[in-house]
């Protein structure tokens, strides 16, 4: 039976989930679910971190972010132009392929409320922190940190998939059950205010290695993400400049080192949950064998690449047998589990950082500062410096880059088309089941049912 949105029982089971994952109770005696208390939710450190911990697998496992081939990194690259789809028609996989989404697609239905689910638990530490009186100072900004950065991360994809949504910020499922949508600017306001108190609070190290706890710098680096798609190109640059200029922590990896556990290029993994385990991307996107079970990579993009892009020699495989010739992504190496993991899913990448500076400093008319960024990731890929002069051909050169070098890392190439006007152009001419409004998701049917204030729904569904 679906959830509905932010109802009373999806507000106790988050916060039963958040009690199952601790070993220990997070209070000595049990209270009645009716009496669950923002108050009594964290005995400890420990306690309310095993929940914090649990957020982060929810995310790894469930809903728009996971790897697996149900998140968007495979159903964005599907919904665009990146993979071709072999799923069964009666998939709800293969409506996003076919741009034939409905409000009661059990997909699209899970990313909202695995969404608002996420957001509701780091909401419930955000409240415990404030209430606990025996953790630290350091360990209550860490928290809070961690879990603000958890939220706007949620409300940026909600945002950018679903358009207005709403900004939930608190726990009271009366309020919530009842809230309306907030406009896109203002949530963009809201997202920046919630990154720059994180940025605040985190710290510069990691504090559990691999790096699979957010730091400062992973919360700068969404921030400049956040503020190149609100239009704050001067914010955008300077962010991405903090983490891009901490070379101490980061660099550029070699483009076969890129993915690896312990790459100095990752911002932020996801651990794969289970020593050997590695990432549910290599596991889904890797095939040995034709036809492909599940998905491909589409001609348009393999043929995209320039001759000698090392990210297609090295970032893709080709298999090939009697019945035809296909290529997967092949950033992750690792389809099966091995003696010790060797890859977790990463989920910001410093690459990024510097196209987001490059296309920030293009729109201030910075054009020699847009070239040096972008050249550093095209001299990784065994590129030449870009022959882009004007300002309209950088900006081109970017999205042409972002394409290449993000391609089926969670919905990257769908959100540039969009943001760059290009949508509809580019996918109106290769898609036959493409329409102007699919750019947004339906808001499901049940959400609205349950709640008239989230009306009206979006336009074409």
Request: glycine share 6%.
């Amino acid at each position: 039976m679906k959830t509905k949105f932010l109802s009373k029982s999806r507000f106790l089971i988050a916060m039963i989930l958040l009690i199952a994952v601790s070993c220990d109770s997070f209070v000595e005696v049990d209270l009645p679910k009716s009496q669950l208390t923002t108050e009594s939710v964290f005995e400890n450190y420990s306690t309310a971190e095993a929940a914090l911990s649990d957020i982060y697998s929810k995310i790894r496992d469930q809903g728009m972010l996971t790897g697996n081939g149900f998140g968007i990194s495979n159903q964005l690259a599907c919904y665009s132009d990146e993979m071709i789809s072999n799923e069964s028609l009666s998939n709800p996989s293969f409506s996003f392929y076919s741009n034939a989404l409905l409000p009661t697609n059990t997909y699209v239905a899970n990313y909202w409320n695995s969404a608002y689910n996420q957001i509701y638990a780091a909401n419930s530490i955000i409240k415990g922190c404030e209430y606990n009186t025996s953790m630290t100072q350091i360990e209550r900004n860490q928290l809070t940190g961690e879990a603000l950065f958890v939220r706007s991360l949620e409300h940026f994809y909600l945002l950018n998939v679903f358009g207005s949504v709403p900004f939930v910020s608190g726990t009271d499922y009366k309020t919530n059950s009842k809230i309306s949508k907030m406009a896109s600017e203002q949530m963009y306001s809201e997202i920046i205010s919630d990154l720059e108190t994180a940025v605040d609070l985190l710290p510069v190290s990691y504090i559990v290695a691999p790096r699979i706890r957010p730091n400062k710098y992973a919360a700068q680096a969404l921030l400049s993400r956040i503020y190149l798609f609100s239009g704050k190109f001067p914010e955008a640059s300077n962010a991405a400049s903090a983490v891009i200029n901490n070379q101490s922590l980061y660099s550029v990896e070699n483009i076969n080192s890129a993915f690896l556990i312990n790459s100095k290029e990752t911002l932020w993994q996801l651990h794969s949950g289970t020593a050997g385990k590695n990432t549910a991307d290599g596991a889904y996107f890797i095939f040995t064998a034709g036809p492909p079970q599940f998905v491909w990579m589409s001609s348009g993009l393999y043929n995209s690449f320039t001759a000698g892009d090392l990210r297609r020699a090295y970032w893709t495989k080709e298999v090939k047998d009697a019945s035809g010739t296909w290529h997967h992504p092949y950033k992750y190496k690792e389809n099966f589990d091995t003696s010790v993991s060797k890859e977790y899913t990463v989920v910001l990448r410093l690459s990024e950082q510097f196209l987001i500076r490059s296309e920030a400093r293009a729109m201030q008319g910075d054009l020699i500062g847009a070239k040096e960024d972008l050249n550093i990731i095209r001299k990784r890929a065994g590129l030449p410096d870009t022959q882009a002069l004007t300002q309209s051909e950088i900006l081109n050169a970017v999205l042409e880059e972002r394409r290449h070098e993000l391609f089926t890392e969670y919905g990257h190439r769908f959100f540039d088309l969009k943001r760059y006007g290009k949508l509809n152009s580019t996918l109106g001419n290769i898609k036959t089941g493409w329409n102007a409004t699919d750019q947004l998701f339906p808001i499901p049917e049940a959400e609205i049912n349950a709640n008239p204030n989230i009306k009206p729904q979006n336009p074409g569904y």
